[in-house]
């Protein structure tokens, strides 16, 4: 099955931050930035009128599966699995590859979910471009959806308001 959900950063009343065990079960976090002038004027345009689209269905659920085989058979070299198992190595803290900042700033790093979500995510854009390989490049765009919330940071990262982006394209800048 496949969720999707969203994270408001307010009105957090009356909820609970998921634990890490929980928010590891999430393939990837993508963010999402404030909708530009000309977007919102869009949205305006498609919700305040009187009328209301119908929605119509583009896949069948068994197209769904077809496509998620169709990108698990997308090939990535060694080289690749190596750079994605050394990348979420470098994240944790007792790692002799961690950098100064994951060791100072990172409680606990992520799990091979992470490396699974990275992996996944590359061959999801290797097949969007049509070719039959996972690039380096796919491995680069693919790790921080896959990993800002697996990074479980330590209170004076929080306090300091360090982004796990910047730990993950520092470790990513390290593996070249």
Do not use: W
Not at 34 to 42: G, K, R, V
Not at 121 to 137: E, N, S
Not at 154 to 159: C, K, L, P, Q, V
């Amino acid at each position: 099955f496949c969720v999707f959900a969203t994270q408001n950063p307010i009105e957090l009343e009356g909820t609970y931050p998921l634990p890490e065990a929980q928010l590891d079960r999430f393939g990837l976090k993508i963010l999402v930035p404030s909708p530009t002038p000309d977007a919102i004027a869009e949205i305006l345009r498609r919700t305040t009128s009187s009328e209301t689209p119908t929605p119509q269905a583009i896949l069948t659920p068994q197209r769904i599966l077809e496509l998620q085989q169709f990108v698990r058979e997308i090939q990535a070299a060694s080289n690749i699995l190596d750079t994605v198992a050394q990348l979420v190595d470098s994240l944790h803290p007792a790692s002799a590859n961690a950098s100064d900042n994951t060791k100072r700033f990172v409680r606990f790093g992520p799990s091979p979910r992470g490396a699974q979500a990275i992996l996944l995510a590359a061959k999801y854009r290797a097949a969007c471009d049509a070719r039959p390989c996972v690039a380096m490049r796919d491995v680069h765009a693919a790790a921080p959806a896959a990993l800002r919330h697996r990074l479980v940071l330590n209170f004076e990262a929080h306090a300091k308001r360090f982004a796990p982006d910047a730990l993950i394209t520092e470790a990513l800048a390290a593996l070249g």
